[in-house]
């Protein structure tokens, strides 16, 4: 069955990753396929999705993030004309139960790249006095909403591409979004952050890619504040997270500010464990495997924050033996680190979800990607156990984004494909690019926008000690 889905126009790469993942999770088989309405581009808010049920189309609606409403189209057309005889040629089995006089209605008129008055959507909502409707008006509590959507033909659509042709589109909605959210777990409200902490609604995509879900246990590595565990326990799912700095994990700014503070200022499940270490290093059994349902994460790349492994530079380099903590210093000890590259981490990474994710579960994290304005294919990290499923790019400023890389566990761990997989890594180490090596990208987002940063006057020549920040979050 055909919906038409209508998107909220941002994120324009996460849309329909999040509604093919959400969809799986409410039980969508291989059926769910795309198509375009005529003279569209690709990035327009309007898509027609086929889905098994109109339950599976409610529940992707009412979970989703980007996706604004569902709606079984009633009829369409280039102009008024066209759109009555497409609604008059709609299946009468399909409208007159919805069209009853034991049932209430509203009609609402939306636009997109245009802005219509009062008095012109009323207009607009007269014209449709040829649909049979018997049921009396409610604006407040409706038994059936019906939206009049309209795309006029404009150069200036919200930066999409021109339109052709204006497209009418005439249908019953079968189910919305609820963005009560955001504005609910916004970050200006947490009681504990930090500088990394990921925003709510990056969060909350982040765990409908995963599948977050009741019953199911996600991890996270890098969990720093508990910003995405915190979506996650929001959809039900039970959370575990770890992190090298300990100070993080165990104190955070006190007794009623820290990783716990966040689950209880929102009456989640507090965390089954939150654990000091290193995901260079992990600490877990050699015979556990296949335990947590997803892995979601931010690994450390460099611009807010670089990654950090145990050691320290000296033993690192080998200068001193490593040595053992007395025990009368180890309550207020904090280990030494050392600088962990972005490859490095993400190779630990792969490897840790290779072990311990079951088949089928889900691997979600960020991969930061230099932009390029030559259009060379970026080519992302890979490992045996994994398909990638959706590559996410959001643009942080115009040298450099980063890519929400999903992927599913099809394989089963063992030492030959630990050994495919270690040979895989070495290959990307050396083809990728070596600011990823090196694990800084600090240098490429920071530098000066020109190659001089002098400023000349009449009687002195100035220069910014500082190199400005050139970024945009979107």
């Not at 070596?434 to 002195?460: C, M, R, Y």
Request: glycine share 6%.
């Amino acid at each position: 069955m055909w919906f038409l889905c209508v998107f909220y126009h941002r994120l324009l790469d996460f849309r329909k990753p999040e509604v093919e993942a959400l969809a799986e999770l409410f039980g969508e088989d291989e059926s769910l396929q795309w198509r375009l309405p005529e003279h569209h581009h690709n990035d327009t808010p309007f898509h027609f999705v086929q889905l098994s049920s109109e339950e599976i189309a409610q529940n992707v609606a009412k979970r989703s993030i980007l996706v604004k409403g569902m709606y079984e189209l009633w009829g369409e057309g280039t102009c008024y004309e066209e759109l009555k005889d497409s609604i008059e040629s709609y299946p009468d089995s399909r409208k007159l139960p919805f069209l009853a006089s034991d049932s209430t209605f509203r009609i609402s008129v939306e636009t997109f790249g245009k802005a219509l008055t009062f008095d012109e959507q009323k207009e607009r909502i007269h014209s449709l006095t040829y649909i049979p409707f018997e049921g009396k008006v409610n604006l407040k509590n409706p038994d059936h909403n019906f939206f009049l959507m309209v795309m006029d033909e404009s150069e200036e659509n919200n930066g999409l591409q021109p339109i052709l042709q204006r497209r009418i589109f005439f249908g019953r909605e079968v189910g919305f979004a609820d963005r009560k959210l955001l504005p609910t777990f916004q970050l200006k409200s947490r009681t504990y952050l930090g500088p990394t902490a990921m925003d709510a609604e990056m969060a909350f995509l982040m765990a409908n890619q995963a599948k977050a879900v009741s019953g199911k246990l996600v991890y996270d590595p890098f969990v720093g504040t508990g910003s995405i565990l915190v979506s996650a326990a929001r959809f039900g799912a039970m959370t575990m997270g770890a992190d090298i700095d300990i100070r993080v994990v165990r104190d955070g700014r006190g007794p009623d500010c820290n990783v716990w503070s966040n689950f209880k200022q929102y009456g989640l499940p507090a965390p089954v464990a939150l654990l000091r270490m290193d995901n260079n290093v992990p600490p877990w059994r050699s015979g556990l495997k296949e335990i947590f349902d997803a892995i979601i994460c931010d690994p450390p790349y460099g611009v807010r924050a670089g990654g950090r492994k145990s050691g320290g530079r000296k033993i690192l380099r080998g200068t001193v033996d490593p040595y053992t903590v007395p025990e009368d210093k180890r309550t207020d000890h904090i280990p030494s680190t050392g600088a962990y590259s972005l490859v490095e981490c993400v190779h630990d990474l792969l490897h840790l979800a290779a072990r311990m994710l079951v088949m089928k579960g889900r691997l979600v994290f960020f991969f930061p990607v230099l932009r390029d304005e030559s259009g060379s294919e970026v080519k992302f990290p890979e490992h045996p156990c994994f398909k990638l499923v959706a590559v996410s790019e959001q643009i942080l400023s115009s040298r450099y984004s980063r890519v929400l890389l999903t992927m599913v566990k099809v394989e089963p761990y063992s030492e030959k494909i630990e050994e495919a997989a270690r040979l895989m890594h070495l290959e990307f180490r050396e083809n990728h690019l070596k600011w990823l090596e090196e694990g800084n990208i600090h240098s490429s987002v920071f530098k000066p926008s020109t190659d001089s940063a002098q400023i000349h006057t009449e009687s002195k020549t100035f220069k910014d000690p500082k190199p400005k920040y050139r970024g945009k979050y979107v």
